[in-house]
């Protein structure tokens, strides 16, 4: 019988329960899945309290994993059973077996092991579009990357620091700080007990950044917009703290007219081509050592609450992934 965590109500991590289900074969455009590893995120903590309001109910929550193809639903032709996979962006990954679209899955390289795959397709995907799309980053360029030690962040710091960008990065305690540095920021301010508008002021000489990447929502909104040039980019990609408050659009007028962005991997990636394109680009930069994957946390897959504990509670650094 396969396994997966559920969520009936939304709620706490304790909305989280290990159950028996029924798999079922693929239908038309899925294919079938045994999963080695699967990514736990941010969004998936936004999705069991229902910020992120899920279309029903029961689901079982997760969005990213690797495994390989046990059976292929009709109308797939470009995967067989034996196939090696992963994927972001299908929701249903909190499972040892699943049912997933064909269109959302990549093939795994197979120097890639399938833990490192689950740990780094959402978060690196994400990584790739913030520092190549969103904002073409570059030599020229200084960042500003809050939560800097966390999963998106330590991938963020060493793929900035191969574009040969200067990264100023935040986190919450000195431990962390050590180990964005580490991963290749350039500077890190602990935002626990400095005041990072001041820092960044003294940093850059009054310079201020090109581009800030603000995951954090609540807690460094508006103060985050100090922290730009004239004309820079307020990247806001998430909402650890909370999501921000409605506002008024003039502050940006007044804080050097900046630009907004509120960007989610979904759109970057809703073609096929967008899709094979971000993560082939993310696959080269993992195989040729210049971004490292830290897996810095495992939990079994019954123990999906407590990875939630942990990540809620600023607790893990890098990424997490459950086992089955
Ligand atoms: P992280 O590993 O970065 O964990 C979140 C971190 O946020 C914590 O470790 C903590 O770091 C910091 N934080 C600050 N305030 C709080 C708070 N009140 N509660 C909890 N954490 C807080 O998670 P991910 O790498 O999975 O995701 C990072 C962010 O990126 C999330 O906000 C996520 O939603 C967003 N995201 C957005 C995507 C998009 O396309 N828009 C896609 C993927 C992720 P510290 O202790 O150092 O402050």
């Known amino acids: 019988m396969a396994h997966a965590i559920r969520v009936h109500k939304y709620g706490g991590p304790e909305a989280m329960s290990y159950e028996a289900v029924d798999v079922g074969a693929p239908g038309a455009g899925q294919v079938k899945l045994k999963q080695h590893a699967i990514g736990v995120n941010f969004i998936d903590v936004y999705q069991r309290t229902g910020l992120y309001p899920q279309p029903s109910m029961p689901f079982t929550p997760g969005n990213e994993g690797a495994g390989e193809v046990t059976a292929v639903g ?45 740990a780094m397709m959402l978060q690196g995907m994400t990584v790739q579009y913030l520092l190549r799309r969103t904002y073409k980053v570059g030599p020229e360029t200084t960042l500003l990357m809050h939560a800097a030690a966390g999963g998106i962040g330590l991938i963020a710091c060493q793929w900035a620091k191969h574009l040969g960008a200067t990264i100023i990065g935040t986190a919450s305690s000195d431990e962390k700080c050590a180990l964005a540095k580490a991963a290749g920021a350039t500077h890190m301010i602990n935002y626990k007990t400095e005041n990072f508008v001041e820092r960044v002021n003294q940093i850059t000489g009054g310079k201020k950044c090109d581009v800030v990447y603000d995951s954090i929502g609540k807690d460094t909104f508006p103060a985050s917009l100090d922290c730009l040039k004239p004309l820079g980019l307020f990247v806001t990609f998430g909402n650890a703290s909370g999501p921000i408050d409605a506002f008024n659009a003039g502050i940006l007028a007044a804080k050097g007219s900046l630009y907004m962005t509120r960007p989610t991997l979904n759109t970057y990636t809703a073609t096929r081509a967008d ?30 609450a407590q990875a939630h504990k942990d990540l809620e509670g600023r607790k893990t650094t890098g990424s997490i992934i459950l086992l089955p």
């Open 74 to 118: 009709e109308g797939v032709t470009d995967l067989k059973v034996g196939d090696r996979v992963a994927y972001a962006g299908a929701i249903g990954a909190y499972a040892d077996e699943r049912l997933a679209p064909a269109d959302k899955l990549v093939k795994l390289p197979d120097a890639i092991p399938y833990e490192t795959g689950a």
């Open 275 to 304: 899709l094979v394109a971000t993560a082939k680009d993310l696959f080269d930069v993992v195989a040729s050592g210049a971004v490292k994957i830290n897996v810095n946390h495992k939990f079994a897959l019954k123990d999906a």
